[in-house]
Every structure is written in structure tokens, then in C-alpha cells.
């Protein structure tokens, strides 16, 4: 086989040992690594995916803080990206492709970390606001509770005043009966 740069890259140049050798192919050291490095990748694809997903549906209100998901979602999706490489060149020596795949995750983990911690104060003001909207809704629960304990009160108010309504009428009532003026006019107070 001639050695040409798509050979090298994809594993198949015959120049590089797969990493299996270094193993010595034994089963249960090979298949830790794999399962291992499986495993890991699953979890490193999974968390930053249903992260991405929320960072998507909520960039119209969470602004910078979704760059930011966005952003460690691309990292932690390459971190697992490096273990699914790390299985590969254990039967395939694709030495290079893998160290492009690294020095990638390299380049987005630094650019990651300098964000993330130019960002820590605003990522403290939105855990701020978060902690200010739940005093908000404190309030306005408080609010509600009053505005019932008030509906309650002008209710019991409103059927006191009819009931004096309905007494003035019966005064009346019993006055006229026996032949004496009203007392009370319908438009006077109590």
C-alpha cells in the first residue's frame, strides 16, 4: 500500500501501529478502554445536546447566557468526540486525524474557559435576577392573598349595608301599618 496523506489519515497507512498493540490485545484491558471511552462518549454527547436544545429554545430570552450553553455544548460535544477517536485508533492508527479532533477540542475548550470566566459576574447577576424574580412572585402571591382577604371584606361590607337596607324598609313597613310617616327616606343614610 502506498503511503499517501488519505492513508495516514484515515489508519490504514501500514508505517503506524493501531493502539490496540500497546495493549497487547488483551480482551479485558482493550475492552475497558472501549466501554470506557464508549460510555463517556454517550454522556458527553447526551448532556450537551438536551443543553443546546434548551440554550435554542430559550435564545430569545436568555441572550448571552445561550451563547455561553451553546458554546460549552460544542466543547463537551468535542471532549466526546476524542473518546469515540480514542476507540477508533485502537484497531485503525488515524493518529492524525485524532490529533486534529484534540487540537479542535483544545481550541474551543480555551476559548470555552476564557468566556466562561470573563462571564462569571454576569452568570452571578442572572442567578441575581433569578433570585429577584422568585422575591417578585413572593410579593405577588402576598399581593393576591390580601386582594382576597379585601374581596372578602367588602362582600361581608356590601351585605351588611343591604341588610340595614332591608331593616329600613321593614321600619317603614311597620310605621305605615300603624298609621305613622316613614322614617326613612330611600335616599338617606343610615
Known sequence: MSNSWLETVLGVDERFMPHGHCYLWQPDIL???VLSD???AIAYIAIPVSIAIIAWRHAHSAGASASIALLFAAFIILCGLTHIFNIYVIWYPAY???SYIKAITAITSIVTA???VSKTRYLF???SIEASNHEINRVIDEHKKKETQLEKI???SEAREMRIIELKE???SLL???GKPKKYDKGTSV
Open 154 to 156: 367588602y362582600g361581608a
Open 31 to 33: 475492552w475497558t478502554h
Open 114 to 116: 476564557v468566556i466562561v
Open 125 to 127: 447577576q442572572l442567578l
Open 38 to 40: 464508549s460510555l463517556i
Open 170 to 172: 321593614e321600619i317603614n
Open 96 to 98: 492524525e486525524v485524532q
Open 176 to 178: 305605615t301599618e300603624q
